[in-house]
Nanobody
């Protein structure tokens, strides 16, 4: 199983970023996918989740209305569109899937929101 995130970077408050996670080594379309984040000194937290077919999504309360999770099963990729970014969104963002009972993680991509 391999999960590779990309798309992070430095953005000003109010800006947008789109993260991508390319998956391989498993049947992508059969599994729900998640985005987590971890800020310095804080625990890793769930940002958003999407069902295997993409028909159901869930968000942490602080991300509702600003973040959108989506997936393209033909490309084995899950996305996180982040709008209206705030300094408190600064964190390392991780792609996650639970494959046959095992939590699988990507290496993470840094998102920094600062003026």
């Amino acid at each position: 199983v391999q999960l590779v995130e990309s798309g992070g970077g430095l953005v000003q408050p109010g800006g947008s970023l789109r993260l991508s996670c390319a998956a391989s080594g498993f049947t992508f379309s059969s599994y729900a996918m998640n985005w987590y984040r971890q800020a310095p000194g804080k625990e890793r937290e769930l940002v958003a989740a999407i069902s295997s077919a993409g028909g159901s999504t869930n968000y942490a309360d602080s991300m509702k209305g600003r973040f959108t999770i989506s997936r393209d099963n033909a490309k084995n990729t899950v996305y996180l569109q982040m709008n209206s970014l705030k300094p408190e969104d600064t964190a390392v963002y991780y792609c996650n899937a639970r494959i046959r009972g095992v939590n699988c993680w990507g290496q993470g991509t840094q998102v920094t929101v600062s003026s």
